[in-house]
Nanobody, 125 residues
Framework: QVQLVESGGGFVPPVGSLTLSCIAS????????IGWFRQAPGKEREGVSC????????YYLDSVEGRFTISRDNAKNAVYLQMTSLKPEDTAVYYC??????????????????WGQGTQVTVSS
């Protein structure tokens, strides 16, 4: 099982930027798809972005399309989520999650097996 740790969250003003990191230990990520998810208070966890094992396919939640960018560096066992033009509605705990060799790249929480502990992102003036 891969172990994931998120970092990079914080408090930022609207239109600000933040980059989250997801670092894996135990195994290399070269056969894992990785997703970023978020959960705001009182809301269900929702998919934000995901990336295929080789990084050739990516998907984004419509509301973050054009503002967020997911990337990975398998040699470093790392996945990143670069967030720009942040809005208050982006406020949530952000999680990275991994699934081994999925049949299809999806942005659904229940499709992912291994989760990090989460990192808080707060967008407020």
């Amino acid at each position: 099982q891969v172990q994931l740790v998120e970092s990079g969250g914080g408090f930022v003003p609207p239109v600000g930027s933040l980059t989250l990191s997801c670092i894996a230990s135990g195994v290399t990520l070269d056969h894992y798809a990785i997703g970023w998810f978020r959960q705001a208070p009182g809301k269900e966890r929702e998919g934000v972005s995901c990336i295929s094992d080789r990084g050739t396919s990516t998907y984004y939640l419509d509301s973050v399309e054009g503002r967020f960018t997911i990337s990975r560096d398998n040699a470093k066992n790392a996945v990143y989520l670069q967030m720009t033009s942040l809005k208050p509605e982006d406020t949530a705990v952000y999680y990275c999650a991994a699934v081994l060799r999925p049949r299809e790249l999806v942005l659904l929480p229940y499709e992912y097996d291994t989760w990090g502990q989460g990192t808080q992102v707060t967008v407020s003036s």
